[in-house]
């Protein structure tokens, strides 16, 4: 990821400063405080080498411990006096932003140093105190390298995690949206079969005033229930309607209403239940109750049957649903990839279950979904 400009100034900062304070230290040591030994201009270049190279010590870290390192060992091996800052600051470097490669090199350098420079100035004594130094300037950049590490990858999860949320956000919103799309296809072509069947059979009535009458009093029952439901899964995509969005679904309970409907529309349709009835969670009632008006649909607006038959049989463990009509089929019968069908198949599967469509060799057209029920704790 590249750095703005502001970014790359507030890292390049705090190393100018730190190599500017390291240089001070050290010439101020050499010119004011050993002002009565002489100083030629190779020691304090040899001074300055040992010091600046670390306004690189983030970027380059190997790099800047070599230079420090050989500068402060050419000032021992002439005598000259110094502190020894910047060896020290690049042990830091390398044992905090280093590959692993070049931090052993420069472990070894180390054991090296820390012998090397008190051989060259005399000074035995030297080399424990040297050696707790480095020591503790090489596990104080180990501690701050696991640090940075650590929080690089928990910064990493932490952004890989609101990934895989806004993700789900998304899928679970894509699904919503589906789901709203399958009721409003359902409500939609179950209630316009309704109301056209009502219109051609108020049009065939001709001057029968009173099945006029009644045709259009289905059409109005058929369409104000239909604009309840409409508005109904409307305001869920209206944020901040959560408490609207609450209005119950259909269920089983009202296949009764909806065969009226379909028994108004010209087609005798019957219910039958077997086996023991007993409540189903609601979205496998709601699943059922879509597939058995999605079916009956399909037979009003595609086939000639006068009659047909709603089956639910309550068996352990799922409820099998179970739609027959007995009429020929026209050509606009629907195939495999009608939309009825598909929507119908994809809420069998959204309760893990399955569905078959097909033309019964007797004649007719056949719609059989299995949805599972919970077994119980």
Request: glycine fraction near 6%; proline fraction near 6%; charge should be neutral.
């Amino acid at each position: 990821m590249n750095m703005s400009r502001t970014d790359t100034v507030r890292a390049v900062v705090p190393d100018v400063c730190l190599a500017l304070a390291v240089t001070a230290l050290e010439l101020a040591y050499v010119l004011i405080f050993n002002a009565d030994q002489p100083h030629d201009a190779l020691t304090v270049g040899l001074v300055l080498a040992s010091a600046l190279p670390l306004v690189a010590w983030r970027r380059w870290p190997f790099a800047t411990f070599q230079v420090t390192a050989w500068a402060t060992i050419a000032l021992a091996a002439l005598h000259a006096p110094h502190l020894g800052l910047g060896p020290i600051a690049g042990t830091f470097a390398v044992a905090c932003w280093s590959r692993t490669p070049a931090r052993r090199v420069a472990a070894g350098m180390l054991l090296v140093g820390v012998w090397l420079v008190p051989l060259l100035t005399a000074d035995a004594a030297a080399v424990p105190r040297n050696a707790a130094l480095f020591a503790a300037a090489w596990i104080l950049g180990a501690l701050m390298r696991e640090r940075r590490l650590t929080t690089a990858a928990l910064q990493a999860r932490a952004a890989e995690l609101a990934r895989e949320r806004e993700e789900k956000a998304t899928l679970a919103a894509e699904m919503e949206r589906a789901r709203i799309a399958r009721e409003v296809h359902d409500v939609l072509t179950h209630s316009v079969s309704v109301m056209v069947i009502q219109a051609q059979a108020a049009q065939a009535a001709g001057s029968d005033h009173e099945r006029v009458s009644a045709a259009l009093r289905r059409i109005e029952a058929v369409g104000q229930e239909s604009l309840a439901e409409l508005r109904g899964l409307l305001r869920r995509l209206r944020p901040g309607d959560e408490a609207l969005s609450r209005s119950p679904q259909p269920g089983l309970d009202r296949l009764d209403e909806l065969l009226a409907e379909v028994r108004a529309a010209g087609v005798d349709v019957s219910l039958a239940r077997e086996g023991p009835v007993h409540a189903v969670p609601a979205s496998v009632e709601l699943s059922a109750y879509r597939i058995v008006q999605e079916a009956l649909t399909n037979t009003l607006r595609h086939t000639a049957s006068p009659s047909a038959t709603v089956v639910l049989r309550y068996l352990p463990g799922e409820l099998r649903v179970e739609v027959l009509d007995e009429g020929p089929a026209e050509a606009t019968r629907p195939g495999g990839v009608g939309h009825g069908l598909v929507g119908m198949r994809e809420r069998a599967t959204l309760v893990g279950g399955s569905l078959v469509a097909e033309d019964l060799p007797e004649g007719g057209f056949r719609v059989a979904a299995r949805l599972p029920l919970p077994t119980g704790p």
